[in-house]
């Protein structure tokens, strides 16, 4: 796991000095799969598992867990891995949809399997997930857990059936980030803040922060794709566009320019690979990708500002400094 940056509010605490014995067992629970045949599919699964990027849900749960002093309770170690599974469950079946052939550098699994075989691991993942869940033995967390998977789900069928014009505005795309990406950060705050004793004051804050959260990661992740390159971020740069999903550097593009015949083809996804790059490098030089980012950065400020009804401590100011640090990450 990546540690925290914590120099923007001069504490000496990274996440992981403050929950590395925590990360330990859910990175042992999330291995603890049961015996899966063919050994093929077992060597699968791990490898899915252990390839799990920077593990930053699991992370946001247990520091949750730890600002309301409840970081010994067994329950969150089988919720941060519940977050994590469910997370990973969500990139196979992503993998598939989108026809991706790599994710961080590495082949994926629709690469190597039959759409079947894929799906069925998902799903295999979406069931771990949901039995590591029901270990925490609370009906509450389980009905978040279960919301929030709907709120995935149903997120992206819509996206299927939204025509092009409807995807190119703000709202659709916040509602689809909130579905893809910030709803399993509220699962990750406010289930832990459940297992914690959070009051409903609290309970408010928590999602408030998740929600925010999630979604400044999100268009980060979005302004990388058109930012970064290939070797850090494991896809072609403009990826997103390139398969017809409209991002808010894209939106920002739209919104800024007259309209542009190249635009409305690449919505539909129907450009040839020359007419993409000329757009993906106009979208990177034109102000879109830094309209894009002070976005994220006021989304950032409201999730800091969230966390100000709690206690001062190390949880809470690493907490506030993993918002600042979504911001600052090059991967």
Not at 97 to 118: K, Q
Not at 182 to 204: N, P
Not at 280 to 286: K, V
Not at 317 to 329: E, G
Request: hydrophobic content about 45%; overall charge negative.
């Amino acid at each position: 796991m990546e540690p925290v940056p914590g120099a923007a509010h001069n504490t000496p605490h990274r996440a992981s000095d403050l929950i590395r014995d925590q990360m330990a067992r859910v990175e042992a629970t999330l291995l603890n799969l049961p015996e899966l045949q063919p050994a093929e599919l077992r060597r699968a699964v791990e490898a899915i598992v252990k390839s799990g990027g920077k593990r930053i849900r699991p992370t946001v749960t247990l520091l949750i867990a730890g600002l309301l002093n409840s970081l010994d309770n067994e329950r969150i170690i089988h919720l941060a891995s519940a977050v994590e599974m469910l997370h990973t469950a969500t990139l196979v079946h992503d993998d598939l949809i989108d026809g991706s052939l790599m994710r961080r550098g590495e082949v994926t699994l629709n690469a190597r399997w039959t759409p079947a075989a894929t799906v069925l691991t998902g799903d295999y993942l979406f069931a771990t997930a949901a039995s590591l869940a029901a270990q925490t033995n609370s009906v509450r967390v389980m009905n978040i857990f279960a919301e929030t998977l709907s709120v995935i789900v149903a997120g992206e069928l819509q996206q299927q059936f939204t025509d092009w014009a409807r995807r190119s505005t703000r709202d659709d795309y916040f509602r689809r980030i909130y579905a893809k990406t910030a709803s399993m950060f509220v699962l990750a705050t406010t289930a832990a803040g459940v297992l914690s004793g959070a009051t409903e004051a609290q309970m408010a804050a928590l999602l408030d922060y998740g929600r925010d959260l999630g979604m400044a990661f999100q268009i980060m992740d979005d302004i990388l794709d058109f930012t970064g390159e290939q070797a850090a971020v494991g896809k072609p740069v403009g990826s997103d566009l390139r398969r017809g999903l409209i991002t808010l550097p894209t939106i920002c593009h739209i919104e800024s320019h007259t309209p542009d015949a190249r635009i409305e083809c690449a919505l539909r996804g129907e450009c040839d690979a020359e007419t993409y790059d000329a757009l993906i490098a106009q979208i990177r030089t034109s102000g879109a990708v830094e309209m894009a980012l002070v976005e994220a950065q006021k989304i950032a400020g409201s999730a800091k500002r969230a966390l100000a009804g709690f206690p001062d401590s190390a949880y809470r100011a690493t907490l506030m400094d993993l918002a600042d640090y979504t911001l600052q990450r090059n991967t």
